[in-house]
């Protein structure tokens, strides 16, 4: 792990060229963007969400959870971003990575619920009412 420490910058848009060492947060776009801290500069984007990472502002730094696992780049660098801290993970192994993002996957669908084939969500009573079409009389 090459950088040690980073620094943030609330925008609003989430501008072209990162710099180094810097994570840039969009309130509006609840999304966080940085270079990876291996030094390898892929631009990381973490989403904010109750299914994604979770971002802490004190007033001071930042704190991203859960840690930042770079599984599809070529560094697989995985670290936490704690008070502006970059705190150095164990490298995982494929096996936990594939358990990793198969649980991310649950965690979305449980978040978000069933989809309609456009997007929209399937909401209960949608569903409590196509049950009812298709019962015998």
């Not at 620094?7 to 963007?33: N, R």
């Not at 971002?55 to 696992?69: A, E, K, N, R």
């Not at 150095?88 to 309609?116: D, H, L, Q, T």
């Amino acid at each position: 792990m090459i950088r040690k420490t980073v620094t943030h910058k609330f925008v609003h848009y989430i501008p072209e060229v990162l710099e180094e060492g810097v994570v840039y947060v969009s309130i509006e776009y609840a999304t966080a963007v940085h270079r990876c801290c291996c030094g390898c500069a892929s631009e990381v984007v973490t989403p904010l969400s109750p299914a994604d990472w979770k971002l802490t502002f004190d007033g001071v730094t930042i704190t991203l959870f859960p840690s930042i696992g770079n599984w599809s780049f070529l560094c697989q660098s995985h670290y936490w971003i704690e008070r502006n801290n970059v705190v150095p993970a164990r490298r995982w192994s494929s096996k936990e990575i594939g358990g990793s993002r198969v649980e991310g996957r649950r965690v979305k669908n449980e978040y978000y619920g069933e989809r309609y084939p456009d997007g929209s969500r399937v909401l209960a009573h949608d569903a409590a009412n196509e049950d009812d079409e298709h019962e015998p009389e």
